[in-house]
């Protein structure tokens, strides 16, 4: 029967009523326990910026093709008619200059670049960019951007960024006097340079320190031809995202394993899918030294240029990175400062990076003061003054400034290579490797013609004693001082030759760059060569116990045998044929010490820093084969008329 229309049955009329009840019962429950009762926290806090003793302004400047670069400006509320330091940095640009701790400038500006009682004592405006590409800054992201032409077709490079950001900046901030110094460090370095070409009136005074200058030669990338394959994990974050947020995941503590494992450097970045990164590719691909890496060397560039700003180099002698970047710019560029009076050069006996650091010591050696305070209060204060105060003081900054590590003390000198205060020209003089591994500056008379070693790429010659660490700065790696470290791990091995010196019974004094001449052969048809230079401490060192029978180098580098005929063209090495192999040490200025010994070691790889050479000619070494890596016997050879030697630039005191 059907039910009659517009009524409901018991039932249903009971079950609508449970459910009235509950739920009412889960609304009560869900009320808030105090209604109406507003949220603490506003919905767009505005920090009072009074108790700050600056001003921080973050801009968006409009380049010349349109893009935006993200820019952080901090004026100190004293500011008026005040020069600029700028620094254009890919490091995050709002990292560097915040603290949210401290209502003081010097507080806010740490880490990366900031030399900092200089920047505040100077009461200078700071400027730090973010550059194309990376972090709050528009546009896309090229390492090392080349300045237009062959390699950059696009009318934007690192020079017009910092022309375009210099004229905007000192039209728009009304405390600057409109004198605008640059610089920075490492990669900042470079870009401390580029703008050197074509610069903006308004430059007046540049500071590249330790810069990136030429990543085959001798900087990042590659020595010579060997790949430094421990910056894997830095071109991976670095150009992988925007904002570096794509990080390396470590597969081992000791990256000796990691490395040796992968077998390449290009199979380990095939493992981490790094084709999809464009530099990565770029340098896979471009593994001589073809018109890719010769095209953009910064030296190369700047030997074409006038030379308009005063502009001060500052090298590390124990720079970990870009050891080879500062000198290599100081020679090109010289010959442009027809007047002695735009180019200076500061020296000093630090890592990478150091001169805006505590500098009293590096490792276990000690230099007697805070070096990285004296160059930043005697020369870099000074300097920039000179150029970005409208009342000019005066400066008394030496052409180079250069510290004598050994002696420890600082140096004022008209140039470089000068070798003492006085003018003292150093005079290339060969220390011959001898038998019996000895090493002397008399030629070779006697004995055995040659030692020799087996290198075996599958037990590679480790750069420092393991385990070896990444590259990296946190107070538990080491990284900043592996050019310091004691070489006795490595002169006891039986792939090490190492050659030694009587004991010096006067002091041998060094300046300029050591340059390795080497009469090797090998039993395979490729080779690295590494050679050190080396400061034996004596067995006991009074008051630095630990220093007795220290090694220390104070000049070492590698070279990759296919290069030897020609950096652009790489060649198969003609087998058990003994062939001269000449390359650069870095830049030295040390004495070594009566009672100390001089040692010369030779070896083949430099594990893991630099890839191995598999010691098989293949056309492309970061593509070779687990087959291609095979051991060689190496020779060198120290007999008349096959002398191996270290040509070093000694200086005689008048």
């Not at 010490?593 to 820093?609: A, D, E, T, Y």
Request: aromatic share 10%.
């Amino acid at each position: 029967m059907a039910k009659p229309v517009g009524r409901r049955s018991l039932p249903v009329l009971l079950l609508s009523a449970i459910s009235l009840f509950t739920l009412a019962g889960a609304a009560a429950q869900n009320a808030p326990l105090y209604p109406n009762y507003p949220s603490e926290t506003p919905a767009a806090f505005q920090p009072s910026t009074a108790v700050q003793d600056y001003d921080r302004r973050e801009v968006m400047i409009a380049m010349r093709d349109g893009v935006k670069l993200h820019t952080v400006i901090l004026v100190p509320k004293a500011a008026k008619h005040e020069g600029i330091l700028l620094t254009r940095t890919p490091y995050n640009a709002n990292q560097l200059t915040t603290n949210a701790f401290s209502t003081h400038l010097g507080t806010t500006l740490w880490g990366y670049d900031n030399a900092t009682e200089t920047i505040i004592d100077g009461g200078y405006i700071r400027v730090v960019q973010d550059i194309r590409g990376k972090y709050g800054s528009e546009g896309d992201y090229i390492m090392n951007r080349p300045l237009h032409g062959a390699l950059n077709p696009t009318p934007v490079d690192e020079s017009t960024d910092t022309y375009d950001t210099i004229d905007w900046l000192i039209k728009n901030i009304p405390e600057t006097n409109g004198k605008v110094g640059i610089l920075g460090i490492s990669y900042d370095g470079y870009l401390a340079l580029m703008p050197l070409v074509h610069p903006h009136p308004a430059l007046k005074v540049a500071v590249p320190m330790n810069p990136m200058v030429d990543g085959w030669r001798g900087d990042d990338w590659f020595h010579n031809g060997a790949f430094r394959q421990q910056n894997l994990p830095y071109i991976y974050e670095q150009t992988a995202t925007r904002d570096n947020s794509a990080h390396w995941l470590l597969s081992n503590f000791d990256d000796y394993d990691m490395y040796l494992r992968a077998g390449s450097a290009g199979e380990l970045g095939h493992q981490r899918n790094m084709e999809q990164i464009g530099f990565w590719n770029k340098v896979t691909q471009h593994p001589a030294y073809d018109s890719f890496w010769s095209g953009q060397a910064v030296d190369q560039i700047l030997a074409q240029e006038p030379l308009t700003v005063p502009t001060m180099l500052v090298d590390s002698l124990w720079d970990q990175e870009d050891i080879y970047g500062a000198m290599a710019v100081y020679k090109a560029v010289k010959p442009r400062d027809t007047n002695n009076d735009k180019l200076f050069l500061v020296m000093g006996p630090w890592h990478h990076g150091q001169e805006i650091e505590e500098a009293s010591s590096l490792g276990a050696i000690k230099f007697n003061s805070d070096t990285g305070l004296y160059f930043r209060t005697h020369i870099l204060a000074p300097f920039l003054a000179h150029y970005l105060k409208d009342d000019a003081p005066a400066m008394h900054v030496a052409p180079v400034t250069a510290f004598e590590t050994g002696t420890n003390h600082w140096q004022r000198l008209q140039a470089w290579p000068a070798g003492c205060e006085k003018g003292c020209t150093p005079k290339p003089t060969p220390l011959y490797l001898q038998a019996d591994s000895k090493l002397a500056f008399t030629t070779p008379a006697s004995g055995e013609a040659f030692d020799e070693y087996v290198s075996d790429p599958a037990k590679p010659v480790p750069f420092r004693t393991r385990p070896n660490q990444p590259v990296g700065y946190t107070p538990n790696l080491s990284w900043v001082r592996w050019l310091v470290d004691d070489q006795r791990e490595f002169s006891g091995r039986p792939d090490v030759l190492s050659f030694t010196t009587d004991v010096l019974d006067k002091p041998v004094k060094i300046s300029g760059e050591p340059i390795a001449n080497l009469i090797a052969a090998t039993t395979g048809t490729d080779a690295d060569w590494v050679v050190k230079l080396i400061d034996v401490y004596p067995d006991e060192v009074a008051g630095q116990p630990e220093l007795g029978g220290y090694q220390l180098a104070v000049a070492m580098d590698i070279f990759r045998g296919r290069y030897r005929q020609s950096l652009a063209n790489p060649a198969a090495i003609a087998a058990n044929t003994p062939l001269a192999y000449k390359f650069a040490l870095p830049t030295t200025n040390h004495v070594f010490l009566p009672g100390h010994r001089i040692m010369v070691q030779v070896q083949s790889s430099w594990f893991p820093l630099y890839d191995r050479n598999p010691q098989t000619f293949v056309p492309n070494i970061f593509f070779a084969k687990p087959t291609d890596y095979k051991k060689a016997t190496q020779r060198i050879y120290h007999a008349p008329g096959q002398a191996s030697f270290v040509e070093l630039p000694l200086v005689t005191e008048p």
